[in-house]
Protein backbone atom coordinates (compact mmCIF):
# COMPACT_ATOMS: atom_id res chain seq x y z
CA UNK A 1 0.00 0.00 0.00
CA UNK A 2 1.24 3.50 -0.81
CA UNK A 3 -0.41 6.71 0.54
CA UNK A 4 0.50 9.74 -1.36
CA UNK A 5 0.47 13.51 -0.64
CA UNK A 6 1.00 16.16 -3.28
CA UNK A 7 1.94 20.24 -1.73
CA UNK A 8 3.18 23.00 -3.37
CA UNK A 9 0.74 24.11 -5.32
CA UNK A 10 -1.04 27.67 -5.19
CA UNK A 11 -1.73 31.30 -7.04
CA UNK A 12 0.90 32.13 -9.53
CA UNK A 13 1.12 34.94 -11.77
CA UNK A 14 1.54 33.79 -15.62
CA UNK A 15 5.41 33.36 -15.96
CA UNK A 16 5.90 32.59 -12.32
CA UNK A 17 7.41 29.19 -11.06
CA UNK A 18 5.83 26.43 -9.00
CA UNK A 19 7.71 23.20 -7.15
CA UNK A 20 5.14 20.83 -6.52
CA UNK A 21 5.97 17.55 -4.38
CA UNK A 22 4.72 14.28 -3.40
CA UNK A 23 5.28 12.69 -0.36
CA UNK A 24 4.67 8.89 -0.37
CA UNK A 25 4.26 6.62 2.64
CA UNK A 26 5.96 3.41 2.62
CA UNK A 27 9.65 1.57 2.34
CA UNK A 28 8.46 0.63 -1.18
CA UNK A 29 8.28 3.79 -2.72
CA UNK A 30 11.69 3.40 -4.53
CA UNK A 31 9.64 0.12 -5.83
CA UNK A 32 7.66 2.42 -7.73
CA UNK A 33 7.04 4.22 -10.90
CA UNK A 34 5.45 7.48 -10.24
CA UNK A 35 3.91 10.30 -12.63
CA UNK A 36 1.66 13.59 -12.59
CA UNK A 37 -1.63 14.11 -13.83
CA UNK A 38 -4.10 16.74 -14.17
CA UNK A 39 -7.61 17.74 -14.10
CA UNK A 40 -9.17 20.73 -15.27
CA UNK A 41 -12.80 21.88 -14.60
CA UNK A 42 -15.04 20.17 -17.40
CA UNK A 43 -11.87 18.19 -18.90
CA UNK A 44 -10.61 14.87 -18.49
CA UNK A 45 -7.49 14.15 -16.25
CA UNK A 46 -4.41 14.13 -18.51
CA UNK A 47 -1.14 13.04 -18.58
CA UNK A 48 1.73 15.39 -17.62
CA UNK A 49 4.91 13.43 -16.82
CA UNK A 50 6.27 10.08 -15.64
CA UNK A 51 9.13 8.57 -13.97
CA UNK A 52 10.74 5.62 -13.51
CA UNK A 53 11.54 3.96 -10.14
CA UNK A 54 15.47 4.35 -10.65
CA UNK A 55 14.86 8.38 -11.68
CA UNK A 56 16.44 7.22 -14.74
CA UNK A 57 13.83 7.62 -17.55
CA UNK A 58 11.01 9.66 -17.99
CA UNK A 59 8.57 11.11 -20.60
CA UNK A 60 6.57 13.99 -20.68
CA UNK A 61 3.52 14.87 -22.49
CA UNK A 62 4.28 16.95 -25.97
CA UNK A 63 2.71 20.09 -24.24
CA UNK A 64 4.84 19.99 -21.60
CA UNK A 65 8.19 22.46 -20.64
CA UNK A 66 8.27 21.05 -16.72
CA UNK A 67 10.55 19.20 -15.06
CA UNK A 68 9.74 15.59 -13.05
CA UNK A 69 12.12 14.36 -10.30
CA UNK A 70 12.38 11.58 -7.72
CA UNK A 71 14.36 11.78 -4.39
CA UNK A 72 13.85 7.92 -3.03
CA UNK A 73 15.96 8.81 0.58
CA UNK A 74 12.56 10.87 0.88
CA UNK A 75 10.33 9.21 -0.53
CA UNK A 76 9.42 11.97 -2.68
CA UNK A 77 8.58 13.29 -6.11
CA UNK A 78 8.59 16.75 -7.58
CA UNK A 79 7.26 18.72 -10.40
CA UNK A 80 9.03 21.99 -11.26
CA UNK A 81 6.81 23.85 -13.22
CA UNK A 82 8.49 27.60 -14.90
CA UNK A 83 7.56 30.12 -17.16
CA UNK A 84 3.89 29.13 -16.13
CA UNK A 85 0.67 30.01 -18.39
CA UNK A 86 -2.84 29.92 -17.21
CA UNK A 87 -4.00 27.77 -19.39
CA UNK A 88 -1.96 25.18 -16.99
CA UNK A 89 -4.00 25.80 -14.33
CA UNK A 90 -5.76 22.76 -13.08
CA UNK A 91 -5.24 20.17 -9.83
CA UNK A 92 -2.20 18.38 -9.88
CA UNK A 93 -1.90 14.68 -9.22
CA UNK A 94 1.14 12.09 -8.37
CA UNK A 95 -0.05 8.10 -8.65
CA UNK A 96 2.34 5.47 -8.42
CA UNK A 97 2.65 2.12 -10.10
CA UNK A 98 4.88 -0.81 -10.24
CA UNK A 99 6.10 0.41 -14.04
CA UNK A 100 5.07 3.70 -15.85
CA UNK A 101 2.01 4.55 -17.79
CA UNK A 102 0.81 7.42 -19.65
CA UNK A 103 -3.06 6.42 -18.93
CA UNK A 104 -4.44 7.27 -15.46
CA UNK A 105 -6.73 3.89 -15.58
CA UNK A 106 -3.27 2.02 -15.27
CA UNK A 107 -2.91 3.60 -12.00
CA UNK A 108 -3.49 1.89 -8.45
CA UNK A 109 -2.52 4.76 -6.40
CA UNK A 110 -3.35 8.37 -6.15
CA UNK A 111 -3.07 11.14 -3.90
CA UNK A 112 -5.81 14.10 -2.77
CA UNK A 113 -4.52 16.12 -5.51
CA UNK A 114 -3.27 20.37 -5.25
CA UNK A 115 -4.44 22.90 -7.34
CA UNK A 116 -2.15 25.18 -9.14
CA UNK A 117 -3.87 28.46 -10.26
CA UNK A 118 -1.78 31.23 -12.53
CA UNK A 119 -3.37 34.10 -13.37
CA UNK A 120 -3.08 36.12 -16.00
Known amino acids: QVQLVESGGGLVQAGGSLILSCAAS????????MCWFRQSPGKEREFVAT??????STYYAASVRFTISRDNAKNTVYLQMNSLKPEVTAVYYC???????????????WGQGTQVTVSS
Open 95 to 109: AARKTYSIWSRDYDY
Open 26 to 33: GRTFSTYA
Open 51 to 56: IDWTGD
